[in-house]
C-alpha cells in the first residue's frame, strides 16, 4: 500500500531546499507519495521576524547552512537574486516583492497537478544552488521541464487563478499549524509533524514502522 505524506515548504528557505532533494529521492526509492504544500516565508507572513530574532540568527543560521550542504553532498550558494527583496544589514523586507509570489503561486500551481516535490526540488536547485539569474532566460522553464511540466501553463494559471492559489497556500499555512507547527520544512506523516531537514531519517524511520517498502 503507497504511503502517503504532505511537505510544508518555502522556495525562500534554505533548509526547505537542503530536504527537498531527499524527500524527492525517498518517494523515488519507496512506495511512497509526498504532496507539497507550499507556504508563503516568514518574510511574507511576519515581515518583522528578521528584525526580532537574536544578532547572531542569521550568521549562524548562514554557517550552518553551508555546513549541512556540505555533509551531504548538496551544491549550494546565495541565491542571486533572493526570492525576497530585503536590506541584509537592517533585515527590513521590502514593501516590492517581485518573485516570490510569482514562485509560490507556480508551486502551488504544480502541486495542484501532483507534480509539486519535482518541480520545487528543479526550481529550488536554481534559486540555491548557485545559478545566477535564475529568473532570467530559459532557467525557470528549464526546471518546469525536468518536473514534467510547462511554466508558460504554470504562469498563466498563477496569474489567471492567484486569488484562488493563495486561498490554497494559506489553507496550507492553516493545515500546517493544525499539525503541530508552524515551520518550514515540515513533513506531515500521519498526522505528526516532522520539523527540519534534520528529522528525514526519523519520518522514514516512523514511516517503516507503518509498512514502508522500497519500490
Do not use: C
Amino acid at each position: 500500500m503507497t504511503l502517503t505524506a504532505d511537505l510544508f515548504w518555502s522556495f525562500r528557505s534554505p533548509y526547505s531546499y537542503l530536504a527537498v532533494g531527499r524527500y524527492r529521492a525517498l518517494a523515488a526509492s519507496h512506495d511512497l507519495s509526498i504532496d507539497l504544500r507550499p507556504v508563503y516565508p516568514l518574510a511574507v507572513r511576519q515581515p518583522d521576524f528578521f528584525e526580532r530574532n537574536h544578532p547572531n540568527w542569521l550568521s549562524y543560521t548562514m554557517r550552518d547552512m553551508i555546513r549541512v550542504a556540505q555533509f551531504h553532498g548538496i551544491p549550494f550558494g546565495p541565491p542571486r537574486p533572493d526570492p525576497i527583496v530585503q536590506n541584509i544589514m537592517t533585515r527590513e523586507i521590502a514593501a516590492e516583492q517581485p518573485y516570490i509570489y510569482r514562485l509560490t503561486r507556480l508551486g502551488q500551481a504544480a502541486a495542484r497537478r501532483g507534480r509539486g516535490l519535482g518541480f520545487a526540488h528543479e526550481v529550488a536547485q536554481l534559486i540555491w544552488g548557485g545559478a545566477q539569474n535564475w529568473h532570467l532566460g530559459d532557467h525557470l522553464a528549464g526546471a518546469a521541464r525536468r518536473a514534467g511540466l510547462s511554466l508558460a501553463e504554470l504562469d498563466a494559471e498563477a496569474e489567471a487563478d492567484a486569488e484562488a492559489l493563495d486561498n490554497e497556500i494559506a489553507a496550507n499555512q492553516v493545515a500546517l499549524e493544525i499539525a503541530g507547527h508552524w515551520g518550514v520544512p515540515t513533513l506531515v506523516f500521519d498526522g505528526e509533524p516532522f520539523f527540519g531537514q534534520d528529522r528525514i531519517e526519523m519520518a522514514k524511520w516512523r514511516m517503516e514502522q507503518k509498512g514502508l517498502q522500497p519500490r
